[in-house]
Nanobody, 119 residues
Framework: VQLQASGGGLVQAGGSLRLSCAAS????????MGWYRQAPGKQRELVAG???????NYADSVKGRFTISRDNAENSVYLQMNSLKPEDTAVYYC??????????????WGQGTQVTVSS
């Protein structure tokens, strides 16, 4: 399984970006998908996740500003980021979790896309 992330870039504080992640297989097969980020010198952290049934969860720092969505017809997951702040600067990674019928778990990662927010 391959995850191809795109949409990062340089934006001024207060601006918006939309990240996209295209999967090489049907997203119906994933129990959950999400976006993580890692800033220099910091650990990777969950930004937003979305379950197969559409339930979502967000890091407190992005609630009300970011929106995660998935389009199973396009095998994609998206992250709409509004009101961006300099502290949102990081490499953003797409993530997917698949659980087989026997209960084995497989986690997949995209290659990362850089988001830089200037003040």
């Amino acid at each position: 399984v391959q995850l191809q992330a795109s949409g990062g870039g340089l934006v001024q504080a207060g601006g918006s970006l939309r990240l996209s992640c295209a999967a090489s297989r049907s997203t119906f097969s994933f129990k959950s998908m999400g976006w993580y980020r890692q800033a220099p010198g910091k650990q990777r952290e969950l930004v937003a996740g979305i379950g197969s049934g559409g339930s979502t969860n967000y890091a407190d720092s992005v609630k009300g500003r970011f929106t995660i969505s998935r389009d199973n017809a396009e095998n994609s997951v998206y992250l709409q980021m509004n009101s961006l702040k300099p502290e949102d600067t990081a490499v953003y990674y797409c993530n997917a979790l698949r659980i087989t019928g026997l209960g084995y778990e497989y986690t997949y990662w995209g290659q990362g896309t850089q988001v830089t927010v200037s003040s």
